[in-house]
């Protein structure tokens, strides 16, 4: 989901061996939070996007509290369109470019995009076109990793390279971790909420979430920095197309 992205690069994302799917932790935080948003499916059932669907994971674990909602997801990569399948009834293909996504303009309710905008190589264009599908005052429902975790204000002053952040897409470098994943971009609470209202929309709410490859001894420490968005290690954010 990264508009036109190099070859090499869209040969990574459909390597089946690169991780599709993010913590149930986060996705279950997120969930909650459109579920309360949309409110019950019996008044007036919603159109959800899941864009960046991956392997339907994250929508599986959103299905309980979305019942009744209609969830299409959406991803660039057929591989992952394949896997999300399993986990949901529709799913399309479809690019963030300007018109790439297959749907008429102001049709769906809300959008769920979890751990994508971190990869993409234009996501100002993205933010667009996930603005042009959102009816007025629709809800998006982003996740992304937070540059300025807890850890990652550590490993800085030691001169370690932060958790997230990736230099190559061929190995890690200078960092913990062992999995290359394609991150690009990577934001703070602050750069987040100053780039989603500049890009049309207004941050309703921000919370944390915590982050499933932390180290088992320190992850009651991750679960308690998610009470301070700017130092938990996942940003959720509730945000509405003005």
């Known amino acids: 989901m990264t508009g036109t992205p190099p070859a090499g690069l869209r040969d990574f994302y459909e390597d089946p061996a690169v991780p599709v799917a993010s913590g149930d932790a986060r996705s279950l935080r997120?969930?909650?939070?459109?579920?309360?948003?949309?409110?019950?499916a019996r008044a007036a059932p919603a159109v959800v996007l899941d864009v960046g669907c991956g392997d339907g994971t994250a929508a599986r674990?959103?299905?309980?509290?979305?019942?009744?909602?209609?969830?299409?997801?959406?991803?660039w990569s057929q591989d992952a369109l394949r896997r999300a399948r399993t986990h949901l009834s529709d799913v399309v293909r479809g690019e963030l470019t300007d018109g790439g996504l297959p749907l008429a303009s102001g049709s769906a309710d809300a959008v769920l995009f979890s751990e994508v905008v971190e990869h993409l190589v234009d996501p100002d264009s993205a933010m667009d076109e996930l603005r042009r599908v959102l009816r007025p005052g629709g809800h998006l429902m982003l996740s992304t990793p937070n540059l300025a975790a807890w850890y990652n204000r550590a490993l800085l002053l030691a001169g370690v390279q932060p958790v997230f952040s990736e230099v190559s897409l061929r190995g890690i470098h200078g960092r913990p971790?062992?999995?290359?994943?394609?991150?690009?971009?990577?934001?703070?609470?602050?750069?987040?909420r100053e780039f989603l209202t500049a890009?049309?929309?207004?941050?309703?709410?921000?919370?944390?979430?915590?982050?499933?490859?932390?180290?088992?001894?320190?992850?009651?420490?991750?679960?308690l920095a998610c009470?301070?968005?700017?130092?938990?290690?996942?940003?959720?954010?509730?945000a509405v197309r003005t």
Request: aromatic fraction near 4%; charged fraction near 15%.
């Open 227 to 238: 009470a301070r968005p700017g130092v938990a290690s996942i940003l959720l954010v509730h």
């Open 61 to 75: 674990t959103a299905a309980p509290l979305l019942a009744g909602h209609r969830v299409i997801g959406v991803d």
């Open 199 to 223: 890009s049309g929309f207004r941050v309703v709410r921000m919370a944390g979430a915590p982050f499933h490859g932390v180290p088992r001894p320190l992850r009651a420490l991750d679960r």
């Open 30 to 40: 997120q969930a909650r939070m459109l579920a309360a948003a949309l409110g019950p």
């Open 177 to 192: 971790g062992t999995e290359v994943v394609g991150h690009l971009r990577l934001y703070t609470a602050r750069a987040l």
